[in-house]
């Protein structure tokens, strides 16, 4: 007997978490259920992260989590539960599979049948954002090797547990050379350890475009946070089944499992909505803690379901459709075809041995870490980089010197082009002379002296090799 915790979160989300709980009880799930209150009877009683620090003990200590949706209010100030819960609980990866239910629910891809697996943590989503200049805000894009490394071996782990072919990586690693850079390769070097498994890599915008029209030519397809955030709801659309799909999001310790819709407050109370997307969270949750047999037997009943035409009012249409039912009906149809196989979709049968082969993370010893240069940012408001150069190199010494400029990017100083449009946020390089190193009081003198000259630095990034690898990307047209 397992014990997790439920949250029935707001709008229909009461209505079908108690469908969802009662198909799977009379499937047999060992489970024993602790409820807690999140959302926003929580936010508007003052709370602004919208659970209390009780309902927070009962989920660390149960560690597996069923949530329904929940209604952010809108207005500032209310923390979105769903990215709190998913960093609070380190919860790295987030898997949505994406099937096509042709012919019962419409699609322009009948074949499809795709898993996202998408990183849940970093990149852009650690949200440090600033504002430097006039006219200049950044965000920090932080990528991580045990990030990398745990994502995408539990795509491959995923992918051998569910009998999949193939593994596909998506990254713009053609520009960010040195985030999605490692991102790929580290998918490189995992993939080496699966060689039962297919693996190729395809550069997001091309491959989004082939995923977005020929989605049957994927299996499994890991990627950075903000790609599988975008890609991962295309992906549900497409399949057409957005009000269908749950999501599994996998941690260490601690997992959650939901659907990927929201509370639809419309349509609430009415005993309207489609339990579908939260039962797919919890067949996802069966197999994650190993009752598999429960899981299949709910999955394969709820396919017959759908192709006895038996619908909720969302995907119900006149011809393929038999009957137009409410969520409870609709739950009791699912519990009397448990045991039951499906005729025209095919039976799913999932692996009776679920341990996915997860290491922890293990650090590497450390490399050797050269200071090789510094970049000053520099918030000048002026428009020709030679006089900016003119008044920058004021700074050169004998420990380092200018070497280049760029705005936004790209190479304004030397041998810039006058067509280039400048913000007022400027990069200068600072190198040492060839064959020397910099030492950080190099950059304490250089940021003194900025300082004597009214020079405006607003941030420094150091310039590193590791074990004499270059670790930094270089200006573009350099
Ligand atoms: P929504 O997903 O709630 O609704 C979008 C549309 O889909 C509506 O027309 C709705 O009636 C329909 N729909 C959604 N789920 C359905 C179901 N199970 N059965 C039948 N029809 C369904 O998105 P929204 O309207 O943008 O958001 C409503 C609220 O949900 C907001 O407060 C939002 O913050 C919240 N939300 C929560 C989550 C979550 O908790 N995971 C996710 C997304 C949105």
Request: aromatic share 8%; charged share 25%; net charge neutral.
């Amino acid at each position: 007997m397992k014990k997790i915790t439920i949250a029935k979160g707001d709008g229909i989300g009461p209505e079908i978490m108690d469908a969802t709980l009662a198909i799977i009880m009379a499937a047999g799930a060992q489970i024993q259920i602790e409820e807690i209150e999140v959302g926003e009877k929580v936010y508007l009683a003052g709370n602004t992260a919208g659970i209390s620090k009780e309902s927070w003990d009962v989920i660390r200590r149960n560690k597996i989590f069923l949530k329904a949706p929940i209604t952010t209010p809108q207005g500032g100030g209310y923390k979105s539960l769903n990215v709190t819960t998913r960093k609070f609980l380190g919860l790295y990866a987030n898997i949505r599979p994406c099937v096509s239910l042709h012919p019962y629910v419409k699609t322009k891809h009948p074949l499809m049948d795709i898993v996202i697996v998408r990183e849940n943590e970093e990149d852009l989503y650690a949200g440090i954002e600033h504002q430097q200049t006039d006219e200049v805000v950044q965000c920090l894009k932080l990528i991580s090797r045990p990030g990398c490394e745990k994502i995408v071996r539990y795509a491959f782990e995923y992918a051998k547990q569910y009998g999949r072919k193939k593994v596909t990586c998506f990254t713009k690693d053609n520009i960010m050379k040195q985030t999605d850079g490692l991102f790929h390769k580290v998918f490189d070097e995992i993939a080496i350890e699966y060689p039962e498994i297919e693996n190729e890599h395809w550069i997001i915008d091309i491959g989004a475009a082939k995923m977005a029209d020929t989605p049957e030519a994927f299996d499994v397809i890991v990627m950075p946070n903000l790609y599988g955030d975008v890609l991962s709801d295309v992906a549900a659309q497409i399949a057409g089944s957005v009000g269908l799909a749950g999501s599994a999001n996998i941690g260490e310790e601690c997992a959650m499992f939901e659907a990927i819709h929201g509370s639809a407050p419309r349509r609430a109370g009415q005993n309207m909505a489609n339990p579908s997307g939260l039962l797919q969270g919890a067949i996802q949750m069966l197999n994650h803690i190993g009752q598999t047999e429960v899981a299949e037997k709910v999955q394969n009943a709820w396919l017959k379901t759908i192709e006895d035409g038996i619908h909720t009012y969302d995907i119900y249409k006149e011809g393929t459709s038999k009957q137009k039912v409410g969520t409870k009906e609709f739950a009791e149809a699912v519990i009397s075809n448990l045991g039951k196989l499906p005729a025209s979709f095919k039976a799913v049968q999932y692996a009776k041995n679920t341990s996915l082969n997860l290491p922890t993370y293990k650090r590497k010893a450390a490399a050797k870490k050269e200071l090789v240069g510094v970049d000053l940012f520099v918030h000048w408001r002026g428009t020709d980089a030679n006089e900016l150069a003119t008044l920058i190199h004021k700074l050169d010494s004998d420990g380092a010197s200018l070497s280049m400029i760029t705005n936004r990017g790209i190479k304004v100083y030397p041998d810039g082009f006058r067509e280039t449009f400048c913000t007022d946020h400027w990069r200068c390089r600072f190198k040492p002379a060839k064959g020397s190193l910099l030492s950080k009081q190099n950059i304490i003198t250089l940021l003194t002296q900025a300082e004597n000259l009214g020079i405006d630095v607003i941030k420094t990034e150091n310039l590193y090799q590791f074990d004499g690898v270059q670790g930094y990307s270089l200006g573009q047209g350099q």
